[in-house]
């Protein structure tokens, strides 16, 4: 049986999952849909049209869901949907799309934390971290694993790899390749994440050919880069691994460009 605290408004069309609690000073909005388990501690805002899926944890003051910051927004409906068990620290916020044909999603056990923020149409898999005070504009898509340090700031459209790093404070206009460290002002590509590769249980010689490509296409960045990817393309011993297929794949497809 949920627990709804007396102090707590919840919208009549708002679908409340078993096992959820809603603490002291929520407001639950038009069209939510929460499913099992999901817990809201106090002073929480969710918005809607949205859905979120079981066991999604929300501390105070977190503001979820509400109507898209892009000017272009004339007031239609909009979505927002959210997976399983993700942790939406104090004051974290995420909007819904601007447009009703595209929505914001966001996917499964990732951490919000304190004053982050994801604007509308973002993409964003799972096991994600977005540190205190990150900033993800509209349309970006933040593959699995990444992490978001504090107070980066990523331009609208641009793309996170998965197991990519964003340094703290980082700027970051153009696309960070997935299995890299990017910091900076304007970011760039500094190192391999191979600590967090090796937390998740990548083997070593993965780890090897992705740090084989980063030398070849990263690090002499005065360098012809063509010259870098043709080089790997033609490697015997690692243009065949499925690590550094989907690296040349992703900056391949990039749109915006990406950091070197």
Known sequence: MSQIHPTAIVDPTAEIGEDVVIGP???????????????????????????FGERNEFFPFAVIGLKSQDLKYKGEPTYLE????????????INRSTSPETKTVIGHNNLFLINS??????????????SGYAGVAGHCHIGDWAVIGGFAALHQFVRVGEHAMVGGCARVPRDVPPYMIAE??????????SIGL??????????????????????????NFEEGMASVLADETYSNNPYIKNLLRFLKESERGFLL
């Not at 407001?27 to 388990?37: D, N, S």
């Not at 923020?117 to 977005?130: A, K, M, S, T, Y």
Request: aromatic share 8%; net charge positive; hydrophobic share 35%.
């Open 184 to 193: 900076g002002f304007p970011a760039s590509v500094r190192a391999v994440n």
């Open 198 to 223: 090796q937390r998740r249980g990548v083997s070593e010689d993965d780890v090897r050919a992705i740090k084989f490509a980063y030398k070849k296409l990263f690090l002499h960045k005065g360098d």
């Open 82 to 93: 959210v997976g399983n068990d993700n942790v939406f620290r104090e004051n974290s916020n």
């Open 25 to 51: 000073y929520c407001v639950v909005g038009e069209h939510v849909k929460l499913g099992k388990g999901c817990v809201l501690h106090s002073h929480v805002v969710l918005g809607g049209p949205s859905s």
């Open 117 to 130: 923020h994801c604007g509308h149409e973002c993409v964003v898999g799972n096991h994600c971290i977005f």
